[in-house]
């Protein structure tokens, strides 16, 4: 599915499923992208062809720069912000329900929601430069809909350390020892071969055994289509701040520069 700017394509082989999106503002998620994304996933999710699925982004820099700054300038009242922050709680949605194992291929920085789809994943693969940060809080809004994915793979002090000082990177060093990288490299090459080896091995796995296991996985979620709803409008209302108009357009301004 291509747009004006971005895509989010997929293709089937041998059992293992590979998703991958772009947007040329490093990787971004608009709401055309996210929608997209969880329908690809929902649709695969289904599709007795595949075994495994591997969730990647196109490039070899950031592998997600979470929100659309120009979407979120662009909302104009509450129930547009919720409309759209919603994107992201279906994506994560998606994963979770999803009966395949999910696969993450990270080979760069990850900000906001980006994070979250990482989390999301069941087993996420990353090279040594795939940094993380939850910036929401500094622009007044907070990581709402993507912190219960979050705080799920990396418990609630991890959570807090991402969200409270939202200006700082974490490394794929402190990912890996927090638990939301399972296996990190040098190179892309390096995250590719495992990724590839993973996936093969999975693909020729149990398709009842794998469903069960994620199911045991994501046990104690299943509230999370009320949640993350909840949680999209707390993120929809807070969007319309003088706060978080002012700072996304500091920000935007010093990126121009």
């Known amino acids: 599915m291509r747009h004006t700017e971005g895509y989010v394509n997929h293709e089937i082989d041998h059992g293992i499923a590979t998703i991958e999106f772009f947007h040329p503002a490093s990787n971004s998620l608009p709401a055309a992208i996210l929608n997209d994304l969880a329908k690809t996933i929902n649709d695969i999710g289904i599709d007795n062809r595949v075994k495994v699925i591997i969730l990647r982004s196109a490039g070899d820099k950031a592998f997600c720069a979470g ?22 709680a279906n994506v994560i949605n998606a994963m979770r329900k999803c009966h ?8 760069g920085k990850a900000v906001g929601g980006g994070v979250g789809l990482i989390a999301a994943t069941d087993y996420a693969i990353a090279t040594t430069e795939s940094s993380v940060k939850l910036s929401e809080l500094a622009i007044g809004i907070g990581p709402f809909v993507v912190g219960p994915a979050v705080e799920r793979k990396i418990g609630v002090s991890g959570l807090s350390q991402l969200a409270i000082d939202a200006t700082e990177w974490r490394s794929a060093e ?4 927090h638990g939301l990288y399972a296996e990190m490299y040098n190179t892309i090459l390096g995250v590719d071969d495992a990724v590839h080896t993973l996936a093969e091995k999975l693909a020729h796995s149990s398709p009842l ?49």
Not at 100 to 107: D, S
Not at 237 to 252: E, G, H, P
Request: net charge positive; with cysteine; hydrophobic share 45%.
């Open 67 to 88: 929100a659309s700054f120009d979407e979120l300038m662009a909302i104009t009242n509450e129930a547009e912000g919720k409309k759209f922050f919603s994107g992201f």
């Open 100 to 107: 395949k194992l999910i696969i993450g291929r990270v080979q």
């Open 174 to 177: 402190w990912c890996k020892r």
């Open 209 to 257: 055994a794998m469903a069960q296991l994620k199911k045991t996985f994501w046990q104690g979620t299943e509230n999370w289509d009320t949640l993350l709803s909840e949680r999209a409008a707390i993120s929809g209302q807070l969007v319309l701040s003088d706060f978080t108009r002012n700072a996304i357009n500091s920000f935007k301004a010093k990126s121009a520069k």
